[in-house]
């Protein structure tokens, strides 16, 4: 047996006894409520900070382990504790940079939840929990991928390495431009591993290449300067829910495809996926059929969406014969690959003045823009995640897209332009992260965190 072969198979073995370990710290760290809202109790991201620092503290090979934060731009208001470890390379190797995030999304309706959200809990091959995959489970990849590569080869290894736990990702990074400037130096790296999207299903490893932008703000429509009884005046004068609901519903066509002029499409072959298995995936009611056209897969990766998300009006309890004044809505777009979200942004706020019925008054605020993105799939470091992926699920791994946004790596390609991104992730399609019952495969887990410990062990044998 080679020396690289007995290297790898070290470290592989190394990873598979450390998953009990991994998954005991994990479910600790699930027990602590981080979520980064300001409603919420803020002393529990430092809790959840100072866990994430022990841990990797614990793994010894690291020559910096701190807790900080970064000035948020535009105030004087400090972002989340982040966790911040350095270790520099050696006889030429590269530096890897590892990046998940600590704090969590809120519970939602805590009755939706079949067992307490921060009371981690084990049920058919799965780990309920707030955080146990999004993104919790991220952070013990890294830990127990670190763990297992000391174990096998020993403290002294030549890789650098840098680890960077956000500890306000599901609150909008809001310091993460900050503090990638101030801690640039740290944080340099080329490679970086960001472990916080997903995989083709629960056995077969997926390597994101794609990710659409976002655009996010709230829109405030007006038609009245007060409110007025809704039988005296019902029938001339516009309220402005019946503005708003017939301007929201100018975003779509029949098909509920996006019907937007300026909002851009990607072109791009996509993977079978059948209307069984979306129906599977996200609980889609008997009769309701999905929306869109083209391949569902492609739907979703590939063009752009516009969804409601959240509503200020008269409430049910509240409902009374008025014809409201004014009605705010926050919409959520999401940005195929190739545009700039600013640019979409523009788009849909020029067609929402345009078509705005009865000469409704809007007033566009809150806006929240991030980039879509698209991964060179060319360099070496692909490579070779593609093969620590395949040797540690035992399945080759899919080139995936996804839905949703990660903006920060926009961030991180502006800071480190010569760093090669690789995103990868714990999660698969039953996780229901931001949803009651959160989720994690263990299985999926066991794999990915091998998978990281791989790749590891070869970029430690690689020589720039």
């Known amino acids: 047996m080679s020396d690289i072969a007995s290297r790898s198979d070290a470290v592989r073995d190394s990873a598979e006894t450390g998953i009990p370990r991994a998954l005991a710290d994990l479910g600790d760290l699930v027990r602590i409520p981080s979520i980064a809202w300001p409603s919420m109790d803020q002393q529990q991201l430092v809790r959840s900070a100072e866990a994430v620092a022990a841990l990797v503290e614990g793994t010894g090979v690291f020559d910096s382990v701190a807790i900080k934060r970064a000035v948020i731009p535009g105030t004087e208001e400090f972002g989340q504790p982040a966790v911040l470890a350095t270790r520099a390379a050696r006889n030429g190797r590269p530096t890897v940079l590892l990046y998940a995030h600590h704090d969590v999304q809120p519970i939602g309706d805590e009755a939706l939840w079949e067992t307490p ?36 080869l020993g403290p002294d290894f030549d890789l650098g390495l840098a680890l960077f736990i956000e500890g306000e990702e599901e609150y909008g990074s809001r310091s993460f431009a900050q503090f990638l400037s101030d801690n640039a130096d740290a944080l340099r790296a ?93 609980g889609l009611l008997d009769g309701v059929s999905p929306i869109g056209d083209g391949s569902i897969i492609g739907r979703i990766w590939n063009k752009p ?41 523009a788009a849909l706020e020029a067609h929402l003045r345009a078509h705005a019925p009865f000469g409704a008054q809007l007033e566009f605020f809150d ?67 931001h949803s009651p019952n959160e989720s994690l495969h263990l299985d999926t887990f066991r794999h990915a965190l091998i998978s990281e410990a791989l790749l ?5 044998a690689r020589t720039l």
Not at 133 to 149: F, N, P, Y
Not at 309 to 337: C, F, K, M, Q, Y
Not at 456 to 460: F, Q, T, V, Y
């Open 190 to 282: 080329d490679v970086i591993v960001v472990a916080d999207s997903g995989n083709w299903d629960d056995r077969t490893p997926g390597l994101t290449v794609s990710l659409r932008g976002n655009a996010r703000f709230s829109m405030r429509v007006r038609t009245l300067e007060h409110a007025s009884h809704s039988g005296m005046f019902g029938g001339a004068v516009p309220d402005a829910m019946m503005a708003t609901i017939t301007l929201l519903a100018t975003l779509w066509d029949a098909e509920g495809s996006v019907a937007v002029e300026g909002l851009s499409s990607r072109e791009a072959e996509t993977p079978d996926y059948t209307e069984a298995t979306l129906r599977s995936e996200t």
């Open 367 to 433: 806006v929240d823009l991030g980039n879509p993105f698209l991964v060179d799939t060319s360099g070496w470091a692909v490579r070779d995640v593609r093969e620590a992926l395949a040797e540690g699920y035992g399945v080759d791994p899919v080139d995936i897209g996804v839905g949703g946004s990660i903006p920060f790596i926009a961030d991180l390609v502006r800071e480190f332009p010569g760093a090669q991104i690789l995103v990868t992730g714990v999660e698969d399609p039953h996780s229901r992260a």
């Open 305 to 345: 969406s516009v969804t409601v998300i959240g509503i200020d009006a008269t409430d049910v309890a509240s409902a009374s014969n008025t014809l409201a004044p004014e009605v705010t809505v926050v919409i959520s777009a999401r940005v195929a690959p190739g545009q700039s979200a600013a640019d979409a942004y």
């Open 117 to 152: 959200p921060f009371q981690p809990t084990v049920r058919e091959g799965r780990l309920y929990g707030r955080g146990a995959a999004d993104d919790k489970a991220g952070i013990m990849a890294h830990i127990g991928a670190i763990r297992a590569l000391v174990e096998a």
């Open 456 to 460: 590891l062990e070869k970029l430690d």
